[in-house]
């Protein structure tokens, strides 16, 4: 798997709608906005789309990772993700809830091979990037 240790992106209004943007990132091109019931077009995913796509992607590349590395049976791999935000009883605030749903194809997968995926699955590099407590640096820079 790779390290990521030093990557940057670029994004940018478009101007197609009130919040769409596109996006450049190792050399791939993609365009996010908000849904038409949040003010945008729908032109392309929305933050939260992508946050939730980066975790299950992460999340079936490092069963692969693991699964190949211990040369066992695993046909394909498949995530179904999830994600709401839930009001914290009497605090008065939300928190954020991500749901992971895998499905292991290879009939000749054992049930010990099957829980050690699942527990290798829980520790993707973003979901352990999500779960620990990032630095974000933010500076405005001159026009």
Same mark, same amino acid.
């Given at each position: 798997?790779s390290?990521?240790?030093?990557?940057?992106?670029?994004?940018?209004?478009?101007?197609?709608?009130?919040f769409?943007?596109?996006?450049?990132?190792?050399?791939?091109?993609?365009?996010?906005d908000?849904?038409?019931?949040a003010? &945008?077009a729908?032109l392309?995913?929305?933050?939260? !789309?992508? @946050? %939730?796509a980066?975790? /299950?992607? *992460?999340?079936a590349m490092?069963?692969r990772?693991?699964?190949?590395?211990?040369?066992?049976?695993?046909?394909k791999v498949?995530v179904r993700m999830?994600?709401?935000?839930?009001?914290v009883?009497?605090?008065?605030?939300?928190?954020?809830?991500?749901?992971?749903?895998?499905l292991?194809? &290879?009939p000749?997968?054992?049930?010990?091979?099957? !829980?050690k @995926? %699942?527990d290798?699955? /829980?520790? *993707?590099?973003v979901?352990?990037?999500?779960?620990a407590?990032?630095?974000?640096?933010?500076?405005l820079?001159?026009?």
């Open positions: 798997m390290d990521n240790s030093s990557i940057s992106a670029h994004i940018e209004e478009s101007g197609e709608s009130a769409a943007v596109f996006m450049e990132v190792s050399g791939h091109h993609l365009v996010g908000e849904p038409v019931s003010g &945008g729908n392309g995913p929305s933050p939260y !789309d992508l @946050l %939730l980066a975790l /299950g992607e *992460c999340t490092t069963v990772w693991y699964a190949k590395r211990m040369n066992w049976p695993l046909d498949e999830g994600h709401t935000k839930r009001e009883v009497g605090a008065g605030s939300k928190i954020d809830v991500f749901t992971k749903d895998i292991l194809h &290879g000749d997968l054992t049930q010990e091979q099957r !829980d @995926l %699942l290798v699955a /829980g520790k *993707c590099p979901q352990r990037s999500l779960l407590t990032p630095v974000i640096r933010t500076t820079v001159p026009s």
